[in-house]
């Protein structure tokens, strides 16, 4: 276990009390993003493997995962959720090349775009494998849904364009889409920080959640 003694970062405000994630927070299409993100996670790992779930957030997924037998620590900035590790994602608290897989979900969009960089960089760190990246793009357009019985539900999404920049909302600095972080540059930074995009893809029918599947 690694650890737990690692001071709360100066500096950052914490932007989403505890109470947040209550009944009202796992609507069915986030229960389906977790779907998602467990399922990911766990193809990206060995039998048994270690995952560094950054931002657990209620819990959800880090109970699937350790149903499945992987072991994971889980690290947040915030004591109240009670992670196993308290630290920041731009300076994380951990040896090099740690984990087979790290799962950062909806959790880089709390921090500024300067310091998205940083914080892709400790990622690639502490994993000696995989990372699954989820950020939010909220869609405005068409989803076209096909159900078959051996692969996954499918989607064709035709999306309309985002005219404005994100302003901060009390959580998020930025949004994947929007003017200055579309999906593009989030992209090139994703490459810049070392890593290889194997899969990129919204999740049916998710609205609002965009998937990177990286490679270190």
């Not at 699937?64 to 620590?73: A, C, N, P, Y």
């Not at 994993?127 to 950020?135: A, D, M």
Request: charged share 25%; proline share 6%.
């Amino acid at each position: 276990m690694p650890d737990q003694s690692v001071p709360t970062p100066e500096g950052r405000d914490i932007q989403v009390d505890a109470s947040w994630y209550g009944r009202r927070y796992m609507d069915q299409e986030r229960i389906i993003t977790h779907w998602h993100q467990a399922v990911r996670t766990a193809e990206r790992c060995p039998e048994g493997g270690r995952v560094l779930e950054v931002g657990p957030g209620n819990g959800h997924v880090t109970w699937l995962l350790r149903s499945w037998g992987l072991q994971v620590d889980t690290l947040d900035f915030d004591p109240e959720l009670k992670p196993d590790i308290v630290g920041d994602v731009t300076c994380l608290p951990l040896a090099d090349k740690a984990y087979d897989c790290v799962l950062a979900a909806e959790v880089l969009e709390h921090l500024p775009w300067k310091e998205f960089g940083t914080a892709l960089a400790e990622l690639r760190r502490v994993c000696r494998g995989h990372v699954v990246l989820t950020l939010p793009a909220p869609f405005l357009g068409l989803s076209l849904m096909g159900n078959m019985t051996w692969v996954d539900t499918i989607a064709l999404h035709l999306g309309l364009p985002h005219w404005k920049r994100h302003r901060f909302d009390g959580q998020h600095y930025w949004e994947v889409g929007k003017r200055g972080t579309e999906r593009r540059v989030v992209r090139k930074a994703i490459l810049q920080a070392g890593f290889q995009i194997e899969h990129e893809y919204r999740p049916a029918p998710s609205r609002y959640c965009l998937f990177f599947l990286l490679k270190a």
